[in-house]
């Protein structure tokens, strides 16, 4: 090749990377901004913020390795084993315990970006003829919903079950549009993987059958020949299905073998059937639809009512797909819409049935009323579907008026139920609302200001959401409703900032804790480490996993009455929480006392 073909060939390459850039310059943007916010907050994160849902998702990838944490995790209820596989190469790798939790970090903040671009494929292929910039940002927009953005900065399942969702969607489209091999397997292992994330998936996987078989139905009227590939691969998502529940109870027999039956069932289908015969009473079905209107309503108010907007959107396709499907007119953004409405009812249905009772007025967790973890995950794909319905929508303006109409009416619901509630429900746990919590403070004592606070924040937003619409739809500028980026960024940052940044200075002392077991272990290798543990958060957890080599014997106060003179021996390190009617007892015994974070550790040398 000549000097001049070769630098043709260097000027192609660069208008090639200066067109590729252009064209995905707001995805490339809403990267950026993804990856500056995490940035922003990593190097101040050093260890859990959620107890004891983390270290349940960190045990297993541990036991894997040879590590027995079994007794911290006792402590707990069951966490499914999915994302612990991912966390297994990080724990492998990493032996420092901040650099270990922020290398999971940026794993979460890697698939995070990745969804934006699935996200734009998806929208893409649903909308084809929509400006590909602003399908672009809509996709941005919604991969950097708060809730995300919180969890992306945690060791949660969560941020890998919003991008497992996402893929989800795109492998079925990628498999519906041309079927293959490759796409229906690797969709019939992503399918069974993200139950095993977390069992609430067990919607996603309903879902996901049922559209595969109605697709099989319509399809093989036409296609007779390769009918019998679809049932294998029905047959292969049942049958690793089945398979999951045998690798369950290893995980069980290995980690939970000291948790009682009833903390197991918090997160367990043991507890199920109960939750199930609640339902099925006057009052239970009184109660489940109060649970509802308190759904609906974060779902309405974290999505500033562009959720409403996509759920009317999908009912819409939903049953114009059906239409043609009669007809044998079915294309296969048909499927995609039944399969997208499938989910979001069933996994609303799975956050039902756990969380059923929430309403009741025995019941004081705020939360699990006004709840968003359980349905969070697919508030992104609604993001994309309502922006879109609200851009191009004939009725837009209408639907924006009965979405503030729906606020007042379920917001009465709520209020009501909150003061009909015994204690008012005065118990929050903001990170699993994370879409209506800004105005969360602890000590959480006045239910009703926080409620109207967050409210009215919500409905002024709304109408914020409601004009930057209209002034793209009224000047014809879509591109205008990047300026919803700002209100999302602003609400990550106050979530992330309230819910784990505040805290990390003594979760800081805690991990500082753990280097000093490691030091006096070293020391002392033949003394043994007793924690006794009274109910009080876990933050022997963090203890643990900076010291993952020590065995830690647990000593649960819940359970038996403690005798503190048992523990006070020479050969016995003794950690406590830091308030205990014993430590000056303890105290008076040992030669060595570290109070770092919310733990003593004491000893003799």
Not at 289 to 308: E, M, P, Q, R, W
Request: glycine residues 6%.
């Amino acid at each position: 090749m000549d000097n001049k073909s070769l630098d043709r060939s260097k000027e192609q390459s660069h208008k090639d990377c200066f067109l590729l850039l252009k064209n995905n310059i707001f995805l490339l943007l809403g990267m950026s901004i993804a990856v500056a916010i995490c940035m922003y907050g990593i190097l101040g994160i050093f260890g859990f913020s959620a107890f004891p849902d983390e270290f349940g998702y960190w045990s297993p990838a541990a036991a894997i390795l040879g590590y027995d944490w079994s007794e911290i995790t006792g402590l707990g209820s069951y966490y499914s084993y999915g994302y612990s596989v991912l966390l297994v190469p990080i724990l492998l790798l990493f032996h420092n315990a901040i650099t270990t939790y922020r290398a999971a970090i940026i794993l979460n903040l890697v698939l995070q970006c990745l969804s934006m671009v699935l996200l734009f494929l998806i929208a893409r292929e649903l909308f084809p003829e929509e400006n590909r910039n602003v399908l672009a940002i809509i996709a941005a927009i919604a991969a950097l919903y708060p809730a995300w953005m919180f969890y992306v900065n945690t060791t949660m399942a969560e941020a890998l079950l919003y991008f497992g969702l996402i893929l989800s969607i795109y492998l079925m489209f990628r498999f519906v549009k041309k079927p293959g091999v490759l796409f229906g397997i690797l969709y019939a292992i992503l399918l069974v993987y993200l139950y095993m994330v977390h069992m609430r998936c067990i919607g996603t996987i309903a879902a996901g059958l049922i559209t595969i078989i109605i697709w099989a139905v319509a399809r093989t009227k036409n296609h007779t020949r390769k009918g019998y590939r679809i049932w294998i691969l029905i047959a292969l998502v049942i049958a690793l299905f089945a398979g999951t529940f045998l690798l369950k109870d290893k995980i069980i027999q290995i980690l939970y073998h000291r948790t009682s039956s009833d903390i197991l069932s918090w997160n367990d289908y043991s507890g199920l059937a109960y939750r199930i015969k609640k339902i099925i009473s006057l009052q239970g079905f009184t109660y489940l639809v109060k649970d509802i209107c308190g759904k609906v309503l974060y779902l309405g108010l974290a999505t500033f009512g562009t959720a409403y907007f996509g759920i009317a959107l999908c009912v819409r396709k939903f049953v114009s797909s059906f239409g043609r499907i009669r007809k044998r007119e079915a294309s296969y953004t048909d499927f995609l819409w039944i399969y997208i409405l499938l989910i979001i009812v069933f996994q609303f249905l799975v956050a039902l049935v756990y969380l059923n009772g929430a309403s009741a007025p025995e019941a004081d967790r705020l939360d699990n009323f006004l709840h968003g973890r359980y349905i969070d995950f697919f508030i992104p794909i609604l993001f994309v579907l309502g922006f879109e319905e609200m851009l191009s929508g004939e009725k837009t303006y209408l639907g924006m008026a009965i979405v503030l109409l729906m606020y007042l009416g379920l917001g009465f619901v709520a209020y009501r139920v909150i003061a009909e509630n015994n204690l008012f429900m005065r118990n929050a746990h903001g990170f699993t609302m994370v879409g209506m919590s800004y105005f969360i403070e602890y000590p959480f004592t006045d239910t009703f200001a926080f409620f109207r606070k967050e409210l009215l924040l919500q409905i002024g937003l709304t109408l914020v959401v409601d004009l930057i619409i209209i002034l793209c739809r009224r000047f014809r500028q879509r591109l205008l409703v990047a300026l919803f980026l700002i209100i999302q960024v602003s609400l990550g940052v106050v979530a992330c900032t309230k819910f784990i940044f505040l805290n990390q200075s003594y979760i800081y002392e805690d991990v500082r804790l753990a280097d000093v077991l490691n030091d006096v272990t070293d020391m002392y290798p033949d003394k043994k480490v007793v924690h006794i543990y009274e109910g009080e958060v876990p933050y022997i957890q963090l203890v643990q996993f900076g010291s993952r080599d020590t065995d830690i014997q647990v000593v649960n106060g819940d359970e038996v009455d403690v005798d503190i003179n048992e523990y006070l021996r020479d050969d016995t390190i003794l950690i406590t929480c830091e308030c205990q009617d014993y430590a000056q007892q303890v105290r008076d015994y040992y030669d060595e006392e570290w109070m770092l974070g919310h733990l003593r550790l004491y000893y003799n040398q």
